[in-house]
């Protein structure tokens, strides 16, 4: 049974749009122009206890608003969300206490104080007697790499240990559902690749459900086998990386070493070239007929080398949300 | 230990140690609270209290008393709150299984602990520029005095807590905290005892909740002229109004907060 259920979710907002200048604030002060902006539009999807998935998309997509609402801080326009049996928007105690949602620039832990002090806190609010609150902030500290750290006032932490230790907080009390909005925003490489091990060994040992937005791809490839992707407050995609690439991007990359250099003409019977720099050519081949394109390269030219590969992920998306294109699964 | 008692006690720890990372600022807040020693210093040679029938050594225990109360009633929840919600920190915070009020609360408590032993030193070097005044309550009067002094508290921050809550749909909602300062001003008792007020006004202010938030625990300190039956009642009173008022507001404010965007 599903753990979160979203069923023909919608959320709108009304603002209001002010012109620039003397005149448009005598305007805005008097008549106040108030358009509606479709936030979210018509989600539906269920993800099942323990799954790890990603949700993808251009900024203004959609991403934060829908994890606000599945978390409970937004009321939905419309449409029906179940998260842990529970109806987010009614803020129980019993669900607040199996779900916990981290957004990379907001903080829970009290800045001038160390990690700690906040703990302690969280510990008695979730109602952890010392003794269990002792051996979570140990577990969470040690698959964290967090020692000393936790002795310093939030301030004085580096960005990496500040996450670090804001995750440790929003673990505490080892939610069943994990909604996680850009957890590596601003992270070093390093950082960023900790998070996703613990991330990845967080579910693992307890078996959480999350669900993660990045912009960062290298996040969704390592931990999310299943992708939302959504568009213009529309679901685009829900499958793999490897179904939204197929379907995105139906052609794979060739990249030639050629032993002479010969002109972009002469290519043009393989596939489309996608460049044609001295002895270094790249051309783009349906994948239905790969195989056979290559064999011919290989016996009509003066191949050195010879690499094929699938277009970086990350170009496929971003072509996709600067296209804006809307095509609908 | 009950889970509320372990929650209150650990949020009380943790507020008093963030206090007393500010040392020198609580020194200076509390220096801020010494209106009540100024208006007794203007009090004290004026012919007014003399034909009210007020000594100068009972000005001087009722302000002193009043510096005290004041600095153990002082309320900034509406600041804390507009802060929090304007960078962001409340999201987290409301999604923990505790009202927001709790934290609050245990950092307005922490903070009078860590103004305590800075007014017990200020009242020390008032004892010893102002001998005469010096006097120690009876055992009834000081557990009367520190009760409503507590009481006088609660009503405050639930009154300051009412209009935190228009946050929710103003996110300026210290203007209008702003704007209750001036009743409190003249109700209270801090610029003068409300012996002195002409007896309609007298009667109107002491249906208010300002008295208690001032006057009537200075006035059981000071060993001043004082229904406390009366003043319990209109306590009573005010925490019957205030305490639904403010529920009703936290769960109007938080739908508004969910429909409005977090």
């Known amino acids: ?329 | 230990m009950t889970s509320a008692l372990r929650i209150a006690r650990a949020l009380f720890v943790s507020q008093y140690a963030l206090m007393l990372e500010f040392r020198a600022e609580i020194l200076l807040w509390a220096l801020s609270g010494l209106m009540p020693l100024l208006m007794f210093s203007l009090w004290s040679g004026a012919p007014a209290g003399a034909a009210a029938g007020i000594s100068p050594q009972a000005f001087a225990r009722y302000f002193l008393a009043a510096f005290v109360v004041r600095q153990f009633t002082v309320v900034w929840v509406v600041y804390a709150f507009e802060e929090d919600n304007l960078l962001g920190r409340l999201s987290p915070l409301l999604l923990q299984p505790l009202p927001l009020v709790w934290r609050y609360a245990a950092a307005h408590l922490a903070e009078q602990a860590t103004r305590l032993p800075f007014v017990v030193g200020m009242v020390a070097l008032f004892f010893w520029a102002v001998p005469e005044a010096a006097w120690i309550p009876s055992p009834t009067r000081l557990l009367l005095a520190l009760l409503a002094a507590h009481l006088g508290f609660w009503l405050s921050f639930l009154l300051q807590h009412a209009i935190t809550m228009l946050c929710f749909w103003s996110e300026r909602a210290s203007a209008l905290e702003r704007f209750l300062f001036m009743p409190y001003l003249f109700l209270s008792g801090l610029l003068a005892p409300l012996d002195l007020y002409p007896e309609a006004v007298r009667r109107f202010a002491l249906l208010t909740p300002f008295p208690s938030m001032l006057y009537l625990p200075a006035q059981l300190a000071s060993g001043g002229a004082i229904d406390a039956v009366a003043g319990f009642r209109t306590v009573a009173v005010w925490l019957a109004v205030l305490i639904p008022l403010n529920l009703v507001l936290w769960r109007a404010g938080v739908r508004r907060y969910a429909a409005m965007g977090g």
Request: hydrophobic residues 40%; charged residues 25%; aromatic residues 4%.
């Open chain 1, 1 to 329: 049974m599903a753990i979160v259920h979203v069923q023909g979710l919608s959320r709108s907002f009304r603002v209001s749009e002010k012109d620039p200048g003397l005149a448009g604030t005598l305007r805005h002060f008097l008549r106040r122009k108030v358009r509606t902006v479709e936030a979210v539009r018509d989600l539906h999807f269920e993800i099942e206890p323990g799954e790890m998935v990603g949700f993808l998309g251009p900024n203004g997509a959609g991403k934060t608003t829908t994890l606000k609402m599945l978390s409970g801080l937004l009321h939905p326009s419309g449409g029906r969300v179940e998260v842990a049996g529970h109806v987010p928007a009614h803020r129980q105690a019993a669900f607040l206490r199996r779900i916990t949602l981290v957004m990379g620039q907001k903080q829970q832990l009290i800045w001038d104080l160390p990690p700690l002090d906040s703990l302690r806190v969280n510990a008695a609010v979730y109602g952890l007697d010392d003794r269990e609150a002792a051996r979570r902030i140990a577990e969470l500290a040690e698959m964290l790499e967090l020692g000393e750290e936790l002795h310093r006032p939030v301030r004085k932490l580096s960005l990496g240990q500040r996450m670090k230790a804001e995750l440790m907080a929003a673990l505490l009390h080892r939610p069943e559902v994990l909604f996680l909005d850009e957890p590596t925003l601003g992270l070093d490489v390093n950082a960023q690749a900790a998070m996703r091990r613990f991330l990845a060994d967080y579910n693992r040992r307890h078996g959480a459900t999350v669900l993660l937005t990045s912009h960062y791809m290298a996040d969704i490839t390592a931990l999310c086998p299943r992708v939302l992707l959504i568009h213009a407050g529309s679901l685009f995609h829900d499958g793999s990386l490897e179904q939204l690439t197929q379907r995105l991007a139906p052609r794979r990359e060739v990249r030639l070493e050629l032993a002479d250099i010969l002109p972009g003409s002469a290519f043009s019977g393989y596939g489309e070239v996608e460049s044609c720099s001295g002895r270094d050519v790249r051309l783009l081949v349906d994948r239905d007929q790969l195989t056979t394109v290559v064999g011919r390269l290989l016996a009509d030219l003066p191949v050195l080398d010879l690499e094929v590969r699938d277009p970086p992920i990350e170009d496929i998306i971003g072509r996709l949300f600067r296209q804006g294109s809307t095509e609908q699964p």
